[in-house]
């Protein structure tokens, strides 16, 4: 459903509960006034509902508010890993944020990944990086990452598979 149909219904049952008002505020009009209001109360409630779990959620993990929020703060691809494609990344180069989320620090990265049996390619990627590796997590050194099989430069590194010194 488009944005547009919902801030059409959200808009019509504002009217329409505007109206009940109008109508309940004699009891001549009484009779048609609280059904409309009842209705266009309901129209309202649905139509900003629906509006903003759209606006929050978006069609995708990357989409909407909330998915920008979690790519901005690197949160938001950890459902790839073990689940995407499996590949090596080169850490070209790195740079703090400035963000931190839960005291960890959110670092943007320059990767070369090598997918398997595919050229490679450059991605400009954030995401947090435990404390426990800020010391072996450099430029020039190798990471497992795990790719949106749909769109490649989407992409997670994992952690577990420990950084690598390339050779």
Excluded at 72 to 100: C, H, K, W, Y
């Amino acid at each position: 459903m488009a944005r547009n149909v919902l801030l059409v219904g959200a808009a019509a049952g504002l009217v329409l509960l505007i109206g009940g008002v109008y109508g309940m505020s004699s009891l001549s009009t009484m009779s048609w006034g609280v059904p409309v209001f009842v209705i266009g109360l309901f129209l309202l409630i649905i139509g900003v509902t629906a509006f903003a779990a759209r606006i929050a959620g978006g069609h995708g993990p990357s989409t909407g508010v909330v998915g920008r929020m979690k790519d901005f703060m690197g949160t938001g691809n950890q459902e790839l890993i073990g689940a995407g494609v499996p590949s090596r990344a080169l850490i070209t180069a790195m740079r703090d944020t400035g963000t931190m989320v839960n005291d960890q620090v959110v670092v943007a990265f320059d990767l070369r990944v090598q997918p398997a049996g595919g050229p490679p390619y450059a991605v400009s990627h954030r995401q947090i990086l435990p404390r426990l590796l800020m010391g072996a997590v450099l430029p020039g050194r190798t990471v497992q990452v795990w790719a949106d099989p749909v769109n490649p430069r989407r992409l997670a590194i994992d952690w577990s598979a420990l950084p690598a010194q390339s050779p």
